[in-house]
């Protein structure tokens, strides 16, 4: 995509309110070499970019390098959107026990089993805020990917130490979107796919209650 074209529709968006966000691409440059990331920053803010979004899960880096990137956004003047999952490469998690203060610990060989960890989860997205993350987006993935296995309890306690101001939530499908609405209210943050914003802009201006049949109508879900 030529970046005219691109710039032409970020000054579009930003002409109807709407801000932008930059996809899962901040892990491809990481592979250029440490300057590559700053040099990546300051080029989306000459595009207009308002905000940039890091996959944690997939840029596999450690968590003092992903504050840095937090922090090297902030410097640019963007707002930074941690991404997590509830699940975590089983070489990333801290292991416990006694050792000398300061004794060497060598890394854990790298895995490729994945373990749920929603403190672990809280823990690093907390330390983001603290760093200046604007936003923490939680992945669909085992956790409310479908309606009818909706992990509430975990996202009850993330939205409970990280505040619902500070949550976004991946809601890939449309009753994901009515679930979330129902319980935590219109001003949820959700991440939607653009053939789902009406529908979504028309669930948060009507009043949910406990027995309403969809305000989508039963037709909405058979596609």
């Not at 410097?75 to 998690?93: E, Y």
Request: one cysteine or more.
């Amino acid at each position: 995509m030529p970046k005219s074209f691109l710039k032409q529709v970020i000054d579009m968006a930003h002409q109807h309110n709407v801000y932008v966000s930059t996809g899962d691409w901040a892990e491809h440059l990481i592979r250029k070499g440490p300057s590559a990331f700053k040099d990546y920053v300051e080029e989306c803010k000459q595009m207009g970019f308002d905000t940039i979004e890091l996959n944690v899960t997939s840029l596999e880096v450690p968590e003092d390098t992903l504050l840095r990137y937090v922090r090297l956004i902030k410097g640019g003047g963007l707002k930074a959107k941690p991404q997590f999952a509830v699940k975590f490469n089983k070489s990333d998690i801290p292991i416990g026990g006694d050792r000398a203060f300061g004794a060497y610990v060598p890394p854990p060989p790298r895995s490729t089993e994945l373990v749920e960890d929603v403190d672990l989860l809280i823990r690093r997205a907390e330390r983001c805020l603290e760093a200046g993350a604007d936003m923490i987006m939680i992945d669909a993935d085992d956790l409310c990917k479908h309606a009818d296995s909706v992990r509430a309890d975990v996202i009850a306690k993330v939205i409970g130490r990280l505040g619902l101001e500070k949550t976004m939530f991946d809601a890939s499908n449309a009753r994901a979107s009515e679930w979330f609405v129902r319980q935590y209210g219109p001003k949820v943050n959700l991440f939607v796919d653009h053939s789902q914003v009406m529908d979504l802009e028309c669930l948060r201006g009507c009043n949910l209650g406990k027995n309403h049949n969809s305000v989508l109508g039963s037709s909405y879900f058979l596609f």
